[in-house]
């Protein structure tokens, strides 16, 4: 588990998973570092805080140069569980870790990621 590089980003981290029942989640900066992080033992945070950095980068591009307006979220689906992305202002990116076997609908993920994502920004702007 990462040291929290901003005040009160664990403690957002520690509500949404009790509120939304999701097991793991990270909040990483634009650049791809870590800023806090709930991820399981064993994973590489710094790799997969540089992934999700990238992801959102080529999402943001490719919407621009499609003139699809801003992008507000990914759900990357996967066989065994999602991992859903949100920008979260100019500063960091939110992202959780969705188990196959979660009873959460996409539709409800994507809202808790999304609610997690302004209350980070908030945060980090106020």
Partial sequence: MSEDHGSGLSRLLDDFERDS??????????????MASKLPAGIDEDTVAANAARILFLGEATGKELSRGNLTQVLLAYDDGSIALSGAGPYAAVMALVDKESKLESGAVLFAIKTLANKVQSLLEG
Avoid: C, K, N
Wanted: glycine share 14%; proline share 0%; charged share 20%.
């Fill in 21 to 34: 029942g999701i097991r793991a989640s990270a909040i990483v900066s634009r650049d791809g570092l870590v």
